[in-house]
């Protein structure tokens, strides 16, 4: 049966990135908060994720907060010549794990300090501006934390920047002020919000990063997706991400886990190709107007 031909690696900034990454916030204590559960587990999960050819992880210092970043220095560091670690900056843990803003320009600029000493790197290959807000973007301007952060990259200390939860107006604000690397938006098989955009970064060799690509807090349930996981022997979720990279070349995956056994499902999705009609009737489930 005929697949759906993919490409396997994007480029992000000026380095070449394997499409299937890394994301590293569940490594952190429950709710992104402390340390882990079993630290051991953490170091391992995150050099069998390398040494299985991952070279794009994503973090935050705000992820733990601290946490996170320690853990990938203990674990990687020093870090392999094409390892690509991102991060994002504007916001900070209240003591009680609250989420809560710090996107001023001397909060930001502290912050990307931050991200450098606890990854122990000189200068952050990708910082993105994370905006406020859980699922959907706030319509705001964005020149002052983003001008805050261009700042930061004239002075070396960042190589290339990203936004995170951002509308298309913001978007383009943020062009007009930078080079803009990745987009970090809510997507994934059921929540589609974002197709057209998708396609347009791509055009102008931009990546998307979706966050929450298993449906967030409701993980995905359809039955034309358990079908043709089925058909496929995969689990769902593992279709789920491999439609997305189908989806768009463009698209960079970043699933996370703190479970060795779940990254090597993951990590398994690389090699899963989906037929033509599964791609298809995978499309419909989100609606897409060009679905077959």
């Given at each position: 049966?005929?697949?759906?031909?993919?490409?396997?690696?994007?480029?992000l900034?000026?380095?070449?990135?394997?499409?299937?990454?890394?994301?590293?916030?569940?490594?952190?204590?429950?709710?992104?908060?402390?340390?882990?559960?079993?630290?051991?587990?953490?170091?391992?999960?995150?050099?069998?994720?390398?040494?299985?050819?991952?070279?794009?992880?994503?973090?935050s210092?705000y992820?733990?907060?601290?946490?996170?970043?320690?853990?990938?220095r203990?674990?990687?560091?020093?870090?392999?010549?094409?390892?690509?670690?991102v991060?994002?900056?504007?916001?900070?843990?209240?003591t009680?794990?609250?989420?809560?803003?710090?996107?001023?320009?001397?909060e930001?600029?502290?912050?990307?300090h931050?991200?450098?000493?606890?990854?122990?790197?000189?200068?952050?290959e990708?910082?993105?501006?994370?905006?406020?807000?859980?699922?959907?973007?706030?319509?705001?301007?964005l020149?002052?934390?983003?001008?805050?952060?261009?700042?930061?990259?004239?002075?070396?200390?960042?190589?290339?920047?990203?936004?995170?939860?951002?509308?298309?107006?913001?978007?383009?604000?943020?062009?007009?002020?930078?080079?803009?690397?990745?987009?970090?938006?809510?997507?994934?098989l059921?929540h589609?919000?974002?197709?057209?955009?998708?396609?347009?970064?791509?055009?102008?060799?931009?990546?998307?990063?979706p966050?929450?690509?298993?449906?967030?807090?409701?993980?995905?349930?359809?039955?034309?997706?358990?079908d043709?996981?089925?058909?496929?022997?995969?689990?769902?979720?593992q279709?789920?991400?491999?439609?997305?990279?189908?989806?768009?070349?463009?698209i960079?995956?970043?699933?996370g886990?703190?479970?060795?056994?779940?990254?090597?499902?993951?990590?398994?999705?690389?090699?899963?190709?989906?037929?033509?009609?599964?791609?298809?009737?995978?499309?419909?489930?989100?609606?897409?107007?060009?679905a077959?």
């Amino acid at each position: 049966m005929t697949t759906v031909a993919r490409l396997d690696a994007f480029r992000l900034g000026d380095r070449t990135v394997r499409r299937l990454g890394y994301g590293a916030m569940q490594l952190a204590g429950p709710g992104v908060f402390g340390p882990p559960k079993n630290p051991d587990e953490a170091v391992a999960v995150l050099r069998e994720a390398v040494a299985s050819g991952v070279n794009h992880i994503d973090t935050s210092d705000y992820y733990g907060p601290f946490v996170t970043n320690q853990l990938i220095r203990k674990a990687l560091h020093p870090y392999a010549d094409d390892l690509v670690i991102v991060t994002k900056i504007g916001a900070r843990r209240g003591t009680d794990g609250s989420w809560l803003p710090a996107l001023s320009p001397a909060e930001l600029t502290q912050a990307v300090h931050d991200n450098l000493h606890n990854l122990g790197l000189e200068a952050l290959e990708v910082v993105n501006l994370r905006l406020p807000g859980l699922l959907v973007p706030a319509e705001g301007s964005l020149e002052v934390p983003l001008s805050a952060l261009a700042e930061c990259q004239r002075k070396g200390l960042v190589h290339h920047i990203g936004l995170s939860n951002v509308t298309r107006a913001q978007i383009d604000e943020g062009r007009k002020i930078c080079d803009i690397v990745c987009v970090q938006n809510y997507y994934n098989l059921a929540h589609r919000a974002d197709d057209a955009l998708i396609d347009e970064l791509g055009r102008d060799g931009i990546a998307y990063v979706p966050f929450f690509p298993l449906g967030g807090f409701s993980p995905l349930q359809s039955s034309i997706l358990s079908d043709v996981a089925q058909r496929a022997r995969a689990t769902p979720m593992q279709v789920a991400l491999a439609w997305l990279l189908h989806r768009a070349a463009n698209i960079l995956l970043i699933p996370g886990t703190s479970s060795l056994a779940h990254l090597r499902d993951n990590l398994a999705v690389a090699k899963l190709d989906l037929p033509v009609d599964a791609v298809a009737a995978l499309d419909r489930i989100g609606g897409r107007a060009d679905a077959a």
